[in-house]
C-alpha cells in the first residue's frame, strides 16, 4: 500500500487503484474512506508510520457507500471505537439495510462496473453521525461537508481547511494525467454536473480524488474551468 503526503498531516494512502485518506490532528485521526475489506492491517501499518496507531483513530469519515470505500470501516471501528460519520441518504446502504446503488455510469464503461463487484462486500457498519453541508454538527478534523450527489445520492465530498485547502472530492470527479477535471466514467446527468458546478465554487489549492491522481496546485481554478465547460 502506499502512501503519500498531501499537506500537512494529511496523507493519501492507496492500493489497487482506490485511495482513503488519513488526516491526523490534535484530536487524534480521522480516516476518510477505508478501501476494501480486509486492509484493516495495511492501514495500520501506515498509521504506525506516521507514529499512530487503529487507538488514535477518533473517526472514520465516509464520502459514500460502496465497497470500495467503506470495506475496512467496521473492523476499524471494532479496533478503535471510531464513530462513523456519513450522509443520511446513503446511511441505509452503509448500515447493509439496502444495497448500495451503481453509479449512472456510461455504457461502455459497465463491464469495469461488474468487475468491481468482485471486490468482497464490505460488512455493515452503523452510523453514528449524520453529515450534511451546512449541518451543525462539528465535523472531526477540520473538515466541511459538501453535498455532491449523484455517484450515489448521498455522495459527499470534504474539505480540509488546512494550508490553502484539500478537497478531498472522493467519486464526484476524476482528473486526467496532466491535472484536469473530468466527470470520470460518469453520464452528466443533472446530479453529476451539479455537483462539479457546486465544488467549482470553493477555494482550495490541493484536490484528492479515489481513483485518479491529485491535482497539486490551483486545484480550484481546474474544478471552476471545467465547470465553464459544461453546457
Not at 26 to 38: A, F, K, N, S, Y
Not at 50 to 60: M, N, Q
Not at 122 to 141: C, N, Q, W, Y
Amino acid at each position: 500500500m502506499r502512501m503519500e503526503l498531501l499537506i500537512d498531516g494529511a496523507y493519501q494512502i492507496g492500493v489497487g487503484g482506490v485511495n482513503a485518506y488519513i488526516v491526523d490532528g490534535d484530536e487524534g485521526v480521522t480516516l476518510v474512506d477505508t478501501l476494501i475489506r480486509g486492509r484493516e492491517g495495511a492501514i495500520a501499518q501506515r498509521l504506525n508510520e506516521i507514529g499512530r496507531s487503529l487507538a488514535d483513530v477518533k473517526a472514520i469519515v465516509l464520502t459514500h457507500s460502496h465497497r470500495d470505500h467503506s470495506g475496512s470501516a467496521a473492523a476499524i471501528k471494532a479496533a478503535s471505537g471510531a464513530g462513523v460519520y456519513a450522509s443520511k441518504t446513503d446511511t441505509p446502504a452503509i448500515e447493509g439495510v439496502v444495497r448500495p446503488p451503481l453509479p449512472p455510469v456510461r455504457w461502455y464503461y459497465q463491464p469495469m462496473f461488474w468487475l468491481a463487484l468482485l471486490f468482497p462486500e464490505a460488512p455493515p457498519v452503523e452510523v453514528d453521525h449524520s453529515v450534511s453541508e451546512g449541518s451543525k454538527e462539528r465535523l472531526p478534523g477540520d473538515l466541511r461537508a459538501i453535498d455532491t450527489p449523484g455517484h450515489t445520492p448521498g455522495h459527499t465530498s470534504y474539505l480540509l481547511d488546512r494550508d490553502g485547502g484539500l478537497l478531498l472530492v472522493g467519486d464526484a470527479a476524476w482528473t486526467t494525467k496532466d491535472g484536469r477535471v473530468k466527470r470520470g466514467y460518469h453520464r452528466p446527468t443533472p446530479e453529476i454536473d451539479g455537483s462539479l458546478r457546486h465544488l467549482a465554487e470553493f477555494e482550495f489549492e490541493i484536490a484528492a480524488f479515489c481513483h485518479s491522481r491529485p491535482i497539486r496546485t490551483q486545484a480550484s481554478g481546474a474544478f471552476r474551468r471545467f465547470a465553464e465547460s459544461l453546457t
